[in-house]
T-cell receptor, first 114, second 109 residues
Framework: ETGVTQTPRHLVMGMTNKKSLKCEQHLGHNAMYWYKQSAKKPLELMFVYSLEERVENNSVPSRFSPECPNSSHLFLHLHTLQPEDSALYLC?????????????FGNGTRLTVT | EDQVTQSPEALRLQEGESSSLNCSYTVSGLRGLFWYRQDPGKGPEFLFTLYSAGEEKEKERLKATLTKKESFLHITAPKPEDSATYLCALGTSGSRLTFGEGTQLTVNP
């Protein structure tokens, strides 16, 4: 496996369910990110982890809970979501942060909340 | 507030018909401007970073340029495989990127 891998690729969940999204990077990077991509809207940064510590939480509702157990893995735990949370959730990684470290994205999890 | 606007929203070209995509921005302190390509069902793929006005970078049929107010992505003699959504993003502080909404490019054979 190379690059950034996200599972599952598609997820349908009810508003009362609890589910988790998984991201794994094989690039040796030390920073990982969650982004939300909704139709006709720009990518929105949700969370940033650097060296397994959360360094940014971009005013995301508490029904989204990230976890970074090590520098290669990132999770997004979901509970009591709303229909407006339906979107493509993208994981990314980089070596360091800042403009000299372009992001490498996974192919995302398409989430539908019913 | 940092802002980035991409135009046009969608662009249809015939194969071989060169054109440009625009990314206009306002920012208090630009540290870099990024271009990404996103294919349907996939995550964005990094293309270029431009750091200062006057800088240009090329990759195959793509050339990105930067001024103090905007960036252009020039596509020369495009092919159908260049069809994708092209995203630009501002790098300001730390890890934060401000993305535009993208230009959806379709190249017809």
């Amino acid at each position: 496996e190379t690059g950034v891998t996200q599972t599952p690729r598609h997820l349908v969940m009810g508003m009362t369910n609890k589910k988790s999204l998984k991201c794994e990077q094989h690039l040796g990077h030390n920073a990982m990110y969650w982004y939300k991509q909704s139709a006709k809207k720009p990518l929105e940064l949700m969370f940033v982890y650097s060296l397994e510590e959360r360094v940014e939480n971009n005013s995301v509702p508490s029904r989204f809970s990230p976890e970074c157990p090590n520098s290669s893995h990132l999770f997004l735990h979901l509970h009591t979501l709303q229909p407006e949370d339906s979107a493509l959730y993208l994981c990314a990684s980089s070596q360091g942060q800042g403009v000299n470290s372009p992001l490498h994205f996974g192919n995302g999890t398409r989430l539908t909340v019913t | 507030e940092d802002q980035v606007t991409q135009s046009p929203e969608a662009l249809r070209l015939q194969e071989g018909e060169s054109s440009s995509l625009n990314c206009s921005y306002t920012v208090s302190g630009l540290r870099g401007l990024f271009w990404y390509r996103q294919d349907p069902g996939k995550g964005p793929e990094f293309l270029f970073t431009l750091y200062s006005a006057g800088e240009e970078k090329e990759k195959e049929r793509l050339k990105a340029t930067l001024t103090k107010k905007e960036s252009f992505l020039h596509i020369t003699a495009p092919k159908p495989e260049d069809s994708a959504t092209y995203l630009c993003a501002l790098g300001t502080s730390g890890s934060r990127l401000t993305f535009g909404e993208g230009t959806q490019l379709t190249v017809n054979p």
